[in-house]
């Protein structure tokens, strides 16, 4: 019964390390992920996490929130995930490079769960936060382009495409989110 939550968080620590390679620009970074059936489901259960952190995780520190905002925050993330992931199928599909579909994925959602944790180690710091967001931000965009160039191995035009598409796509949804879905109340 351990050997499995045992192999999940061996994952999970690999994957950490995965992602500070891709941080640091390590061409050996797509060793520390795993790209099989069971690799999926461990990076979507880590977005999951992250979805439920990005929701949640204020709360639990103790900051004020609306009600129905965290979970406002969970549909919001889970529709954008979606949109994310479908433009980069879509993306790769036009390159002719679905074999690389899994392997971005995997490495994504790990660096989404990652970005979930420094953005709530970002509102311990109020409005000193906004350093740890903009480093986040740096922090993101960057590994977003090593994946592409060393997990899906896309040439640098195929990388902006592929940021282009993801952009486009991730914009379209959030538009139609807020048509559907209305603004929480302020505090």
Known sequence: MAQPNSAFFDEAANAIRGCIALVMG???????????????????????????????????LGAPMPSGAATQSIVINAVLFVAQAFTAYLALRQMGRQDGFIPYLVASNWVTLLSAILLLVATIFGPLGVIV???????????????????????????????????????????????????????
Not at 158 to 163: A, E, N, S, V
């Open 26 to 60: 390590k061409r050996d970074s797509s060793s520390y992920f795993d790209f099989s059936q069971r690799g999926l489901v461990g990076s979507l259960i880590a977005v999951l996490a992250a979805m439920i952190l990005a929701g949640f995780g204020p709360l639990l």
């Open 133 to 187: 967001l903009l480093g986040t931000a740096v922090v993101a965009i960057l590994t977003f382009v090593n994946i592409g160039r060393f997990i899906v191995t896309l040439a640098p035009l195929q990388i902006g495409l592929l940021f282009l598409s993801q952009a486009v796509g991730v914009f379209l949804a959030l538009g139609l989110v807020t048509l559907i879905l209305p603004a929480p109340p302020m505090p």
